[in-house]
């Protein structure tokens, strides 16, 4: 099994078992892989060029930066960045317009697709940030923006490449598609199931903003440090 996944891969993977969450050896990031972390390759990864501005990593928890930046996966589990993946049809209609082609939901990957009968948005989700989403029996706790890499842009099973999709999100949704959740209350989630979202407290609201303030201002600085740097 080692084998044939690595073949169909092309580098070396393997099966293992979950590690418990205080067992960090197969989520912390070596002294070169920590060092490989440059602006040149996040650029790469995002699609953007030098030109080009980076994402606004303040809508970020800073939780999560810190996480990132030591760990390929949250300790605890083999997942991305967040257990959950929301994403709108609206939000796909919406960057399919910019794109002028309908784009197949498959190449952004949601563990859900939600169907909003009247949205009040091009990009619903975007305005669901420190909400609890109630989906069936299940709660989520809406998190942070999906900032989105080229991987939907590459070719998969019945997809060509489209290097357009990349340019089509960063103009339309600034390069942001969906939503990352964490598990609140454990629940079942079926095919049709009613879709609820809470509001955001005010001062919950207050306190988000003000955290964003000092985080973007921290990474502008830290941003233009690095890009002065590496040149």
């Given amino acids: 099994m080692h084998a044939k996944l690595s073949e169909l891969a092309g580098r070396e993977v393997r099966l293992t078992a979950l590690p418990p969450v205080d067992d960090t050896s197969l989520h912390r990031l070596s002294r070169a892989e920590r ?24 809508i970020m928890r800073l939780s999560d930066l810190v996480t990132q ?21 609206t939000s796909i209609a919406t960057v399919s317009a ?14 859900v697709l939600v169907a909003l009968k009247d949205p009040d948005d ?3 989700e975007s305005h669901w940030l420190g909400a609890r ?14 900032i989105r890499c080229v991987v939907p842009s590459r070719a998969q099973p019945g997809l060509e490449v489209d290097r357009r999709i990349t340019r089509a999100v960063a103009q339309r ?5 969906g ?11 079926r095919v049709g199931d009613p ?13 988000a903003d003000a955290g964003r303030r000092a985080k973007r201002f921290t990474f502008g600085l830290a941003a233009t440090a690095a890009e002065r740097f590496s040149r």
């Fill in 35 to 58: 060092a490989d972390m440059s602006m040149a390759s996040v650029r790469a990864d995002l699609g953007v060029t030098e030109e080009e501005k980076l994402p606004d990593f303040s």
């Fill in 69 to 89: 930046a030591r760990y390929s996966t949250p300790p605890g589990s083999f997942v991305d960045a967040a257990p959950v993946h929301v994403l709108s049809a």
């Fill in 98 to 111: 910019e794109l002028g082609a309908l784009l197949d939901v498959r190449r952004f990957r949601p563990n």
């Fill in 122 to 124: 091009d990009l619903p």
């Fill in 133 to 146: 989403l109630t989906l069936g029996t299940t709660v989520l706790d809406v998190t942070t923006p999906t």
């Fill in 173 to 177: 949704a600034g390069r942001c598609l």
């Fill in 179 to 189: 939503v990352y959740c964490w598990v609140d209350t454990a629940g079942a989630v």
């Fill in 195 to 207: 879709v609820a979202v809470g509001s955001v407290p005010l001062p919950r609201r207050l306190l």
